[in-house]
T-cell receptor, first 106, second 119 residues
Framework: KNEVEQSPQNLTAQEGEFITINCSYSVGISALHWLQQHPGGGIVSLFMLSSGKKKHGRLIATINIQEKHSSLHITASHPRDSAVYIC????????FGTGTSLTVIP | DTAVSQTPKYLVTQMGNDKSIKCEQN?????MYWYKQDSKKFLKIMFSYNNKELIINETVPNRFSPKSPDKAHLNLHINSLELGDSAVYFC??????????????????FGPGTRLTVL
């Protein structure tokens, strides 16, 4: 069993929909990261958080340390949001989720 | 200017060869990383250096050796390449976090990746 589990694995949405991607982890962490990998392969760090909630534009990330769970929300989704979203946790070691492939249809 | 750059972008080579991938960051960061992304797109950390000092060395074959000539560079040398080494290798960097050195406790900036194909 992977230390970091993401759901769903694949997600297709209509433009404008509200999207939620979930991440659960089973190890102690110091920080949780949400990464975005574009179809071209490049990786961008979206958020790093250790508690509470962070917002950047239409993206919101939350974490519940007690429940070992994080969510990434995308409001008013757009085709350019189509990418793979990867959850990763860091502490004494690094662990990555297997990613959620998001396709937003116009 | 590119923040984290890697060369080459593509590398095709024969089994048994020795090759290097170079990484440079111009962000003034102290910590640099190497990741491997396999054919199933699963990312895994390989190494992390903080100010030229190795701080993370995951279970990676001895054929892989990172070299950090200065804190802006972290090169990856691979000896005796095998078919299973085919993957995309990403370099990344982040600021050092005050206090005990723990990699990954700051936002990471990724290079564009190097696609290695071993024939």
């Amino acid at each position: 069993k992977n230390e970091v589990e993401q759901s769903p694995q694949n997600l297709t949405a209509q433009e404008g929909e509200f999207i939620t991607i979930n991440c659960s982890y089973s190890v102690g962490i110091s920080a949780l990261h949400w990464l975005q990998q574009h179809p071209g392969g490049g990786i961008v760090s979206l958020f790093m958080l250790s508690s509470g909630k962070k917002k950047h534009g239409r993206l919101i990330a939350t974490i519940n340390i007690q429940e070992k769970h994080s969510s990434l929300h995308i409001t008013a989704s757009h085709p350019r949001d189509s990418a793979v979203y990867i959850c990763a946790v860091s502490g004494n070691q690094f662990y990555f989720g297997t990613g959620t492939s998001l396709t937003v249809i116009p | 200017d590119t923040a984290v750059s890697q060369t080459p972008k593509y590398l095709v080579t024969q089994m048994g060869n020795d090759k290097s991938i170079k990484c440079e960051q111009n962000l003034g960061h102290d910590t640099m990383y190497w990741y491997k992304q396999d054919s199933k797109k699963f990312l895994k950390i390989m190494f992390s250096y903080n100010n030229k000092e190795l701080i993370i060395n995951e279970t990676v074959p001895n054929r892989f050796s990172p070299k950090s000539p200065d804190k802006a560079h972290l090169n990856l040398h691979i000896n005796s390449l095998e078919l299973g080494d085919s993957a995309v290798y990403f370099c990344a960097s982040s600021r050092r976090v005050a206090g005990p050195v723990k990699a990954g406790l700051d936002t990471q900036y990724f290079g564009p990746g190097t696609r290695l194909t071993v024939l």
